[in-house]
């Protein structure tokens, strides 16, 4: 059982370059989500899922794009990376709204 | 808007002792709160959770509990262990997702 998988781990981009991680859960929950991690800022959401085929905003979504075509994944893509999206990402899941959440590992971003 | 707010941000205690962490948010019109456990440049680990509903959750040497009419919630760690040494976070979920609070640093020296 591999619960949240995220796809790369680490990764270092260039100002402008695009990207895109892969969250995978194989536990069949409806809800999925993005994090992004600050030092001394918590974690701070970015959009979610509550279903395959639908996404929303979350906290801080400027200069990111998501989509849940499958509903064991949720791709988080920043289509110009800045240096302000340097940050560790994770993904989380839920099989309820407000269900225990299960997370990924995190992906490492560096942005030069 | 809704915060969490954990006190203190770091702790170092010698190893078997009894420590409180504190977790306090501003919304009483909460659904559940979770506790979670992170270890340097992993991800998080749920250590419990509480409805809204109940008043605690056991586990093992881990005692979590609630109190929505003061905002708090207390983790609540028997006879620390150095393999204890994490940052702990604790989330409340609103209407439709999780606010953290920032965690607390904490160290069980052998």
């Known amino acids: 059982n591999a619960g949240v998988t995220q796809t790369p781990k680490f990764r270092v981009l260039k100002t402008g370059q695009s990207m895109t991680l892969l969250c995978a859960q194989d536990?069949?929950?409806?809800?999925m989500y993005w994090y992004r991690q600050d030092p001394g800022m918590g974690l701070r959401l970015i959009h979610y899922?509550?279903?395959?085929?639908?996404?929303a905003k979350g906290e801080v979504p400027d200069g990111y794009n998501v989509s849940r075509l499958k509903k064991q994944n949720f791709l988080l893509g920043l289509e110009s990376a800045a240096p302000s999206q340097t940050s560790v990402y994770f993904c989380?899941?839920?099989?309820?709204?407000?269900?225990?959440?299960?997370f990924g590992e995190g992906s490492r971003l560096t942005v030069l | 808007k809704q915060e969490v707010t954990q006190i203190p941000a770091a702790l170092s205690v010698p190893e078997g002792e009894n420590l409180v962490l504190n977790c306090s948010f501003t919304d009483s019109a909460i659904y559940n709160l979770q506790w979670f456990r992170q270890d340097p440049g992993k991800g998080l680990t749920s250590l419990l959770l509480i409805q809204s509903s109940q008043r605690e959750q056991t586990s093992g040497r881990l005692n979590a509990s609630l109190d929505k009419s003061s905002g708090r919630s207390t983790l609540y760690i028997a006879a620390s262990q150095p393999g204890d040494s994490a940052t702990y976070l604790c989330?409340?979920?609103?209407?439709?997702?999780?606010?953290f609070g920032t965690g607390t640093r904490l160290k069980v020296l052998a």
């Open positions: 989380a899941s839920s099989y309820e709204r407000t269900g225990e959440l299960f």
């Open positions: 899922s509550v279903g395959e085929g639908t996404t």
């Open positions: 536990m069949n929950h409806e809800y």
């Open positions: 989330a409340f979920s609103g209407t439709y997702k999780y606010i």
